[in-house]
Nanobody
Framework: QLQLVESGGSLVQPGGSLRLSCAAS????????IGWFRQAPGKEREGVSC????????NYADSVKGRFTISRDNARNTVYLQMNSLKPEDTAVYYC??????????????????WGQGTQVTVSS
């Protein structure tokens, strides 16, 4: 059974850092693009960052460029999101998702078909 499990969410002060992990089980991540998405209360789910199956291509939302870094370790079947210089507006539930398409598609929720349960990130003093 294909499963994605996020971890690493927490309460952190503004300016702090967190690293989220997305671990896959039941399938091999090598063939999947992986995306990180987030949803704040009362807002639509949005793409944060996505990475191609090889790791050779990435994209980022403008709001996180220069602060967040996505990476993957296919040997560990895990994708990471390093988040630095966190701001209160980064507060949201963060989800990872997998896309098995042969091409690297736009980093939007509709393009990703397998989802984790989410992890809460709260940035507050």
């Amino acid at each position: 059974q294909l499963q994605l499990v996020e971890s690493g969410g927490s309460l952190v002060q503004p300016g702090g850092s967190l690293r989220l992990s997305c671990a896959a089980s039941g399938f091999t991540l090598d063939y999947y693009a992986i995306g990180w998405f987030r949803q704040a209360p009362g807002k639509e789910r949005e793409g944060v960052s996505c990475i191609s199956n090889s790791g050779g291509s990435t994209n980022y939302a403008d709001s996180v460029k220069g602060r967040f870094t996505i990476s993957r370790d296919n040997a560990r079947n895990t994708v990471y999101l390093q988040m630095n210089s966190l701001k209160p507006e980064d507060t949201a539930v963060y989800y990872c998702a997998a896309d098995g398409a042969l091409v690297f598609r736009p980093c939007v929720p509709d393009e990703y078909e397998h989802w984790g349960q989410g992890t809460q990130v709260t940035v507050s003093s």
